[in-house]
């Protein structure tokens, strides 16, 4: 790591010493990357052991148990020095050189944070821009309707276009935090992460606050990744998915009235349980449709129950 470069790296591990390897190495040697700061959540898989023997240079951080993504970035971004932060999964790697990210940040003062290009590890486009979060949206998402019509702005939450992601774009709703750089001075004036959120949804809040304080966010393809999304996962998992719950009753409570949130978590609910029926009659499917079904019925059953205005307690839930 260079000394002088402009680049604190900020990786939040949970679990992933299968992955997390394959993440450091990719951004060793850029000598844009002054240091590189990982943030464990209490991982129980030897991920300690293994990245103090491995890699001994990066700067580790141990939380006191699994405080979620939002705190865990906070965490680490007060120990970062660098002009910009990057946020970066553990189960992704950097796929391009940062120069090319930097020096569009140079060009553009007015960028608070940039987004890039994200691929499956097979090359597949993976989407990293968001639409705006409004409640229609959020909750047709959940239809899997934009499989067929990929280009409706009112069925998925993310821009699924595959040629949109070739060119450069001024002024984007949000970017995934599963790569982003972002001005350090820009994180601080929004104050970071916003710790009521565990897990998911707090870059697309981050990404508002940083909008509403007046900086753009933007996108370019010269700054890139790919990334294992879900870790490999072959399905998601219901503790992913309530997680998910969770974070949208946050986010609609934060920025819209009680009767919007009550009707979106419901509709979502209904979505669910249509979702765990389906899943359940592909016979063929065996045991994997079951375990799907079961996840989307324990989902559905959270969604109602917060729209009914039950409140869990912050954390995983379990």
Known sequence: MNQAGRVSVVIVNY???AFIGDCLNSLLGDENVCE?????NASKDGSLEYLGRRFPDV?????????GFGRACNLGAEKAKGEFLLLLNYDAELGSRLEGAINYLDAHPETGMLGGRITYPDGRMQPSIGRSMVPIRLACSWLSLSR???RNSWLSQEILDVDWYLTAHKSVDWVTGAL????????????GMD????????????CERLKASGASLDYSPVFSARHRKGGGAEIVSPRALMSSIDSYDTYLSKHHGHIVVSVTLASIGIIFSLRALAMALRLWR????????RTYLMAARRAFRLSAGVKFPWGPPI
């Open 15 to 17: 679990n992933g010493e």
């Open 36 to 40: 590189i700061i990982v943030v464990d």
């Open 59 to 67: 700067t580790l951080l141990q939380s006191t148990g699994n405080i």
């Open 148 to 150: 067929w019509f990929p």
């Open 180 to 191: 982003m750089l972002i001005r350090r001075t820009s994180w601080e004036r929004v104050g």
């Open 195 to 206: 710790p009521a959120f565990f897990l998911y949804v707090e870059d697309v809040d981050l």
């Open 286 to 293: 065996g045991d994997r449709s079951r375990a799907e079904a």
